[in-house]
């Protein structure tokens, strides 16, 4: 898609015309057989053909190659209109710096540059049309911090802007807080059900002690009965040493007596004496 040949000052050289759409090479290519062709004139000729347009050689897009530097000057160095040159655009510049100054033009259609804005502009007007676009927006002169589009600017109501947004702020709020609530709430139940669990943790552990302090109790009741009963046997023990003594000596006494007498009758008295106090019925304690 080269550059129409109305555009350019004074005579062009014809092997710098494309032989496909027949203007001025544009990003060209050349053949093996030395015919030139733009890049995308070439590339949609071989979609659908293997040969040169022009001598019908068999060509392949591996085998087209930039153009001679010779051909390539001669093609910078041409001179041509802007593309503008309808809408009021003078500027005439080689082919080399076309592009840059395309760019540029002040004659270009440009889209405004606000969002929602679909007028396309010469960029030499853009500032004139930035001025009265009806999608220019700018700060409420009144403070209440909102953007108004110059489209809305008569309907621009602050405090019904503000009560709106306080009204979502407001909902957003209780929402929150009832969240927060669900929250707190969720975690006490679980905290008092973690607490029951331990609490009959606790009152089984309770239990336990007490029964195994009764069981001690009654340890200690019968150990010290036991001990009582010890202890009155141990007195009784005395209590019947003390009497055996007691005989004992009675006995000696007896035998010196008997001795010093010569009588053999004398010896059945404290027999019977020993007898009594072996029969005597032993006292016995009940605790
Ligand atoms: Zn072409
Ligand atoms: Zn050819
Ligand atoms: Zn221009
Ligand atoms: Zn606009
Ligand atoms: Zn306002």
Redo the contacts with the bound molecule.
Sequence with gaps: ??YDLERFVGYVNEGLL?S??R?VLEDPLQAPCEHA??TA?IHGWLVHHSNCPEDRQVIDVSLLRPLYRYMKNDLNRLQLHCRNREYGCEMVCSLESIDRHERECEYSQIPCSNAGCTVQIERRNLDGHLAVCEFRSRECPNGCGYTILSAEDTQHNCVAELRTELELLRSEMICRVEEAKHEMESRLDSQRRHMVQKESILQNEIEELKSQMSRMMSDVRSLMAAERQHRQELEQAELEKRELMELLKGLQKDCRLTTTEGSRKSNFRPLTRLESVKRKPREVTVI
């Design positions: 898609m080269g494309c496909i759409c203007d062709f733009c004139c």
